[in-house]
């Protein structure tokens, strides 16, 4: 991934000055021993902070090491003013951690009371209206701590490449996909930079790289990618021609930001001018950590850019398509897997072709099919057909809704080992009641059609990225027994 920040993480350790400081010290060597003994680099400051001017000292130390995300470690009960004013003037990410009780022969002068120090710290943080990441159990020996920071590393790297990000649109929203439309107010709310370009700009652009130098080297690679699926070999001179058209863009538009992801338009005006489906290039971006969203969907790009932050590795962008038809499911599905999937818990997932080659089965490059019903076949050359690659996935999405609130939602599931016998990039998904999360979240939410899919299950930490964002309302997918709000009780009642 080429368009994700890296992490450089710092350790402050905090003390109260009614408990011997040696006790966080001692802790917080203990905790950057455990990291590092997990493969884990940390820089380990050594100003103990318990008053503002120790906490501006060890700032000064942390960045001048370059750190760009921070551990504020309670080696005791810490105190509750100055280290809170670390999250304030650190600029980045924050995670908070602290010391379990190491053994019952030292609770006597030993005691470090950070379980209780974690209460008064939360109060200060939501006094002082500073974000910081607290983890589901921030209290531990030095390897759990250990394990708390290894998870924080994804949620920074997200957090850190979200203030860094920078989102370039062309066109408006396609017809009767007024579901891809939403205020952009949320952006900036999260700092996120937005620039908004008519598809013009784009023909304009691409027709400028005609006979660019670099064409027949990227064509090159396209193919040697492509292998026995490059069944148009003619028309990869021209996709090359627009990646290029797409990177140079970036490059000459980020600005003050670092990343850039798309949000572009792909048709019906797309094919006619500019002769081919970009749904290729788009893959092949997205692949390298440059999420390309279809349809304009800006909150999609947005999405894709979270779960590559997140997982490290190249994600999609599909429609949640169609229902799984009842005899695939009854002979290839049902009583097979290690969860009993029924029918409602599965649906295919599917895009024109925007899924990496890395995440498919098999690939070969295939004209459009629906757009080829409407605009005929030899506009709508350029996709990547092939069944996603079956294993774990996590189906999530942020969202702003029409009065410019921030919504989202992350499920974990799998795409199963089914072949899907249709066309485009698709895949049969398994989510555990997703019928019922279909109804409840999606439905009853007005979620539009696009899910960003990340490859594992990486639902632990996308949901702490949402919380971090301020994202109060996050659905996810209910077990049974536990009832959706809108969910009606008396539903399959004889």
Known sequence: MNNIPQVKLGIIAVSRDCFPMTLSESRRAKVVAAYAAKGGEI?????????EKDAMKALAEVKAAGCNALVVFLGNFGPETSETLLAKYFDGPVMYAAAAEEGKDLLLDDRGDAYCGVL?????????????YIPENPVGDAEEVADLIAGFVPIARTILGLSNLKIISFGPRPQDFLACNAPIKQLYNIDVEIEENSELDLFAAFNEHKD????????????EELGAGNNFPNILPTLAQYELTLLDWAEAHKGSREHVVFANKCWPAFQTQFGFVPCYVNSRLTAKGMAVSCEVDIYGALSEYIGTCVSDDAVTLLDINNTVPKDMYNESI?????YDYKLTDTFMGFHCGNTPACKLAFR?????????RSLGEAVTYGTLEGDIAPGEITFFRLQSTSDAQLRAYVAQGEVLP?????????GVFAIPQ????????????NYPH?????FGHYGKAIFEVFKYLGVTDIGFNQPKGMMYPTENPFEGWE
């Open 43 to 51: 820089f380990e400051c050594k100003t103990t902070v318990e008053n």
């Open 120 to 132: 008064n710290l939360s109060y200060n943080l939501k006094l002082r209206n500073i974000k910081a």
């Open 212 to 223: 660019d130098p670099r064409i027949p080297a990227l064509a090159a690679e396209m193919a």
């Open 334 to 338: 049902k009583g097979q897997f290690a």
């Open 364 to 372: 070969e490059m295939r004209n459009q099919k629906i757009m080829a």
């Open 418 to 426: 089914v072949k899907t016998q249709s066309f485009g990039g698709i």
């Open 434 to 445: 997703m019928g019922r999360f279909y109804r409840h979240v999606l439905v009853e939410k």
């Open 450 to 454: 696009h899910g960003a899919v990340a």
